[in-house]
């Protein structure tokens, strides 16, 4: 138990060399998992790509500091004299700097993979965020994500003008159990910044061959909407004519 | 310096395992749940390490950022400049306090390692309260967010003027009712003249070179005294937004009271950075009123899980505690009352 009196500030040589050591494998630590996460394309998993420059803007400040200490340790050990810890902080004791690694460990541990169906709960949105983006709007609806057609008909005053149009998104696989046997929801995060904001936003999608695709497969689903009844609202459903199996998109998710 | 050592023993221990404890109650809620539910362990702790490494992600720059500026506050900004600088009346520098963050633009993780140090150089304890729960918004980073999301609409306005009216008048309280020494822990106090000696209160102004190295120490020590808090916050935030359904809350968007509180709840437990709350506030417009959506601008930046943990790092636990309550029941009462007076 550390006691913060005047006394206490000055530490024993050893723990102070030992704590400092450990400060500087936890910061050159994280400097290099944000630059392996950035590296091998992670980054997309955790946050929206406009904010990737944070992270290397992170790397470089946990650098700094980790040379830092490097440096401050070992002038400190050429002098002699223990260097007493500075008003204006606290001692730390070993829990403390250990806190500190607990993101490391969890980068490092899991394997790292996005939010996918599992983490919906329940709060699937067939209802887009009316943001002020629209351009979408002007290119080919061929290139329309699932978030660009719920915009689409967010906007439009009668949804049954998409009666007919053709549609090719990419999403995974939700079903929910009272979904109709030959209904699941192409389905995609949504994030502004972080995870933290992750909305789920889907398209209903029919097709016979439905049952067969399994909970968070990635598929790629070309068809026609046709305006009918999904859980009780009136809505413009998918009526696939292919869906095919695809690997994870680079960028899981979409930035609206 | 000694008022530390007036903590009694259980508890120094009980802070001491606090951490532990935590985390270890944390555990045992992932396990419990997921068991209950009938999900794959394997499949929770994935989305909580994901959910968690987002946030830290997310957050970990804006906290690296604000230790170096404090860092560099540390090292060139000496207890003179700032009481040359502050206005002389209270009320003047409390209202100073709230545009402060257009002197430093930090957003509710980069600033309270700004602020403490301040408070070390002697900024008055009120205006530093001011400080800490306004520049989270009014700062231009923010400025510009909001007005990309929401356009020079009510909600904009609504947002800037309830985070200054709240954060001026919680400084006006600490100012009239409060002493420094009661409200801030030991580290953030300013060291006195004569006191332990350790650092004399007018120190000669550094070379550049001495300046940049001592800054680069102090944002040393800063990150690990300050980062324990975020990740702790970070673990509570991911776990909330990994076992709490959302649906379940916003299932009571309507009420022009319960749909306030409800969006207070929300921005506790996203604990969302304050430079893009405004593109995640855009979801809720049309299911849930004006008012909340305002109060979640105004009340999220100041108070969430993230930061209040943060705050434990500087003020006393009694003060957090008022820190919380006086801006949720402020920033309660300009939503509730905008929901009933103001149709926008």
Same mark, same amino acid.
């Given at each position: 138990?550390?006691?913060?009196?005047?006394?206490?500030?000055?530490?024993?040589?050893?723990?102070?060399?030992?704590?400092?050591?450990?400060?500087?494998?936890?910061?050159?630590?994280?400097?290099?998992?944000?630059?392996?996460?950035?590296?091998?394309?992670?980054?997309?998993?955790?946050?929206?790509?406009?904010?990737?420059?944070?992270?290397?803007?992170?790397?470089?400040?946990?650098?700094?500091?980790?040379?830092?200490?490097?440096?401050?340790?070992?002038?400190?050990?050429?002098?002699?004299?223990?260097?007493?810890?500075?008003?204006?902080?606290?001692?730390?004791?070993?829990?403390?700097?250990?806190? /500190?690694?607990?993101?490391?460990?969890?980068?490092?541990?899991?394997?790292?993979?996005?939010?996918?169906?599992?983490?919906?709960?329940?709060?699937?949105?067939?209802?887009?965020?009316?943001?002020?983006?629209?351009?979408?709007?002007?290119?080919?609806?061929?290139?329309?994500?699932?978030?660009?057609?719920?915009?689409?008909?967010?906007?439009?005053?009668?949804?049954?003008?998409?009666?007919?149009?053709?549609? #090719?998104?990419?999403?995974?696989?939700?079903?929910?159990?009272?979904?109709?046997? #030959?209904?699941?929801?192409?389905?995609?995060?949504?994030?502004?910044?972080?995870?933290?904001?992750?909305?789920?936003?889907?398209?209903?999608?029919?097709?016979?061959?439905?049952?067969?695709? /399994?909970?968070?497969?990635?598929?790629?689903?070309?068809?026609?909407?046709?305006?009918?009844?999904?859980?009780?609202?009136?809505?413009?459903?998918?009526?696939?004519?292919? /869906?095919?199996?695809?690997?994870?998109?680079?960028?899981?998710?979409?930035?609206? | 310096?000694?008022?530390?050592?007036?903590?009694?023993?259980?508890?120094?221990?009980?802070?001491?395992?606090?951490?532990?404890?935590?985390?270890?109650?944390?555990?045992?809620?992932?396990?419990?749940?997921?068991?209950?539910?009938?999900?794959?362990?394997?499949?929770?702790?994935?989305?909580?390490?994901?959910?968690?490494?987002?946030?830290?992600?997310?957050?970990?720059?804006?906290?690296?950022?604000?230790?170096?500026?404090?860092?560099?506050?540390?090292?060139?900004?000496?207890?003179?400049?700032?009481?040359?600088?502050?206005?002389?009346?209270?009320?003047?520098?409390?209202?100073?306090?709230?545009?402060?963050?257009?002197?430093?633009?930090?957003?509710?993780?980069?600033?309270?390692?700004?602020?403490?140090?301040? $408070?070390?150089?002697?900024?008055? !304890?009120?205006?530093?309260?001011?400080?800490?729960?306004?520049?989270?918004?009014?700062?231009?980073?923010?400025?510009?967010?909001?007005?990309?999301?929401?356009?020079? %609409?009510?909600?904009?306005?609504?947002?800037?003027?309830?985070?200054?009216?709240?954060?001026?008048?919680?400084?006006?309280?600490?100012?009239?009712?409060?002493?420094?020494?009661?409200?801030?822990?030991?580290?953030?106090?300013?060291?006195?003249?004569?006191?332990?000696?350790?650092?004399?209160?007018? !120190?000669?102004?550094?070379?550049?070179?001495?300046?940049?190295?001592?800054?680069?120490?102090?944002?040393?020590?800063?990150? $690990?005294?300050?980062?324990?808090?975020?990740?702790?916050?970070?673990?509570?935030?991911?776990?909330?937004?990994?076992?709490?359904?959302?649906?379940?809350?916003?299932?009571?968007?309507?009420?022009?009271?319960?749909?306030?509180?409800? !969006?207070?709840?929300?921005?506790?437990?996203?604990?969302?950075?304050?430079?893009?709350?405004?593109?995640?506030?855009?979801?809720?417009?049309?299911?849930?009123? %004006?008012?909340?959506?305002?109060?979640?601008?105004?009340?999220?930046?100041?108070?969430?899980?993230?930061?209040?943990?943060?705050?434990?790092?500087?003020?006393?636990?009694?003060?957090?505690?008022?820190?919380?309550?006086?801006?949720?029941?402020?920033?309660?009462?300009?939503?509730?009352?905008?929901?009933?007076?103001?149709?926008?």
């Amino acid at each position: 138990m550390q006691v913060t009196t005047n006394f206490d500030l000055i530490q024993p040589r050893v723990r102070q060399d030992g704590q400092a050591w450990a400060k500087t494998i936890i910061l050159i630590g994280l400097a290099a998992y944000f630059a392996w996460v950035i590296a091998s394309g992670n980054l997309s998993n955790y946050i929206n790509e406009r904010f990737s420059w944070l992270s290397y803007v992170a790397v470089v400040i946990f650098a700094l500091l980790g040379i830092g200490n490097v440096i401050e340790t070992l002038r400190r050990r050429s002098s002699e004299l223990p260097v007493i810890q500075p008003a204006g902080s606290e001692v730390l004791t070993w829990r403390g700097i250990l806190v /500190v690694a607990v993101p490391l460990v969890l980068g490092t541990l899991i394997p790292s993979r996005p939010l996918g169906a599992e983490s919906v709960s329940g709060n699937l949105s067939t209802n887009a965020v009316a943001t002020s983006n629209m351009t979408a709007f002007t290119t080919d609806p061929l290139t329309w994500n699932v978030l660009d057609w719920l915009r689409a008909f967010h906007s439009a005053e009668d949804v049954t003008s998409f009666n007919g149009r053709e549609a #090719d998104v990419v999403g995974f696989v939700y079903r929910e159990a009272d979904f109709p046997e #030959d209904t699941f929801m192409v389905a995609r995060f949504t994030v502004s910044c972080c995870v933290a904001d992750a909305g789920a936003i889907g398209l209903p999608v029919v097709w016979p061959d439905a049952p067969n695709y /399994v909970q968070d497969t990635w598929v790629r689903v070309t068809g026609s909407f046709e305006v009918s009844e999904f859980r009780g609202d009136k809505l413009p459903i998918l009526k696939a004519a292919a /869906v095919e199996v695809v690997t994870q998109p680079d960028h899981p998710y979409l930035y609206p | 310096m000694q008022t530390s050592t007036t903590s009694s023993p259980l508890t120094q221990l009980v802070r001491d395992w606090l951490w532990i404890i935590l985390a270890l109650l944390i555990a045992g809620v992932l396990l419990a749940i997921s068991i209950s539910a009938g999900r794959d362990p394997g499949t929770v702790i994935s989305i909580f390490a994901t959910r968690f490494l987002g946030i830290f992600i997310e957050a970990a720059p804006f906290l690296l950022l604000g230790v170096m500026v404090s860092g560099m506050i540390d090292a060139f900004v000496t207890p003179d400049d700032i009481a040359r600088l502050v206005p002389k009346n209270p009320v003047l520098a409390t209202i100073a306090g709230a545009f402060l963050g257009f002197a430093f633009p930090v957003c509710e993780c980069g600033v309270v390692p700004v602020v403490r140090k301040l $408070f070390t150089k002697g900024l008055p !304890m009120w205006v530093g309260v001011t400080f800490l729960l306004a520049a989270p918004v009014i700062n231009p980073i923010v400025l510009a967010s909001t007005f990309v999301a929401f356009g020079f %609409s009510p909600v904009f306005i609504g947002r800037f003027l309830g985070t200054i009216a709240v954060s001026i008048a919680v400084g006006l309280v600490f100012a009239l009712g409060a002493r420094p020494q009661d409200v801030l822990r030991p580290v953030a106090l300013m060291p006195l003249r004569g006191g332990d000696g350790t650092v004399p209160l007018t !120190m000669p102004r550094r070379t550049l070179m001495m300046g940049l190295r001592e800054a680069l120490r102090s944002a040393n020590r800063e990150f $690990f005294d300050m980062s324990r808090y975020l990740v702790i916050g970070t673990a509570l935030a991911a776990a909330m937004q990994t076992f709490v359904p959302q649906d379940v809350l916003v299932a009571l968007g309507r009420g022009p009271v319960i749909s306030v509180v409800v !969006m207070q709840v929300l921005a506790f437990v996203l604990s969302v950075c304050s430079t893009v709350d405004s593109f995640l506030a855009l979801a809720f417009v049309g299911t849930f009123t %004006s008012g909340s959506i305002i109060t979640f601008l105004i009340f999220g930046p100041m108070i969430d899980i993230k930061s209040m943990l943060m705050f434990v790092g500087v003020f006393k636990r009694k003060t957090v505690l008022y820190l919380i309550v006086l801006p949720f029941l402020m920033s309660l009462i300009i939503g509730v009352w905008l929901n009933l007076n103001v149709a926008i």
